[in-house]
T-cell receptor, first 113, second 113 residues
Framework: NAGVMQNPRHLVRRRGQEARLRCSPV?????VYWYRQLPEEGLKFMVY????????ESGMPKERFSAEFPKEGPSILRIQQVVRGDSAAYFC???????????FGPGTRLTVT | KQEVTQIPAALSVPEGENLVLNCSFT??????LQWFRQDPGKGLTSLLL?????REQTSGRLNASLDKSSGRSTLYIAASQPGDSATYLC????????????FGKGTLLTVNP
């Protein structure tokens, strides 16, 4: 079985551009979580989604960041008008049920130049 | 607000040594605690998950213990090998659900041959 897949693995954007990060959860998992790991920082929760619904976005910056998990296709984390401070590793995790163990993907490393 | 601290930040040991990594958390009302391994530039691999009602979990050369009342967990690695070199992360879930994992900053372990 394929685990959580994220693409691209590395993404370079210039300031002001948009970044789109994709996450395909483990087959059969309907719960998706995004975390961000800033340099020298621990992973921080950003957002929790179920199919077609954002359940908790309390960790996501109010501006420029958005997330979706459509009925068909991967979950998308979108960052508009990126700034240097957005440079980080973004990890996606999935679980079959809310109370289950989370399985993490390999991450997308975003570099803003 | 839940905070997770890992000590030491870095540890270097010769091959074959037994070692202990420490994790402490400020709010004892956790649902579960997970230990992860992160290799450079890679994603997270779940090592052990301890439910709040459990005291310890074992997998091969790894043993994790949990003391909720004191807000502490330890990860014991027996007979360390160079392949164990990685960053070890501790994470706790907030409240009664499993999303919003709160991570420590990790312990960077180097096992020298």
């Amino acid at each position: 079985n394929a685990g959580v897949m994220q693409n691209p693995r590395h993404l370079v954007r210039r300031r002001g551009q948009e970044a789109r990060l994709r996450c395909s959860p483990v087959k059969g998992h309907s719960h998706v979580y995004w975390y961000r790991q800033l340099p020298e920082e621990g992973l921080k929760f950003m957002v929790y989604l179920q199919k077609e619904n954002i359940i908790d976005e309390s960790g996501m910056p109010k501006e420029r960041f958005s997330a979706e998990f459509p009925k068909e296709g991967p979950s998308i984390l979108r960052i508009q008008q990126v700034v240097r401070g957005d440079s980080a590793a973004y990890f996606c995790a999935s679980s079959p049920m809310l109370s289950d163990e989370q399985y993490f993907g390999p991450g997308t490393r975003l570099t803003v130049t | 607000k839940q905070e997770v601290t890992q000590i030491p930040a870095a540890l270097s040991v010769p091959e074959g040594e037994n070692l202990v990594l420490n994790c402490s958390f400020t709010d004892s009302a956790i649902y579960n605690l997970q230990w992860f391994r992160q290799d450079p530039g890679k994603g997270l691999t779940s090592l052990l998950l301890i439910q709040s009602s459990q005291r310890e979990q074992t997998s091969g050369r790894l043993n994790a213990s949990l003391d909720k009342s004191s807000g502490r967990s330890t990860l014991y690695i027996a007979a360390s090998q160079p392949g164990d070199s990685a960053t070890y992360l501790c994470a706790v879930s907030l409240g009664g659900s499993n999303y919003k994992l709160t991570f420590g900053k990790g312990t960077l372990l180097t096992v020298n041959p």
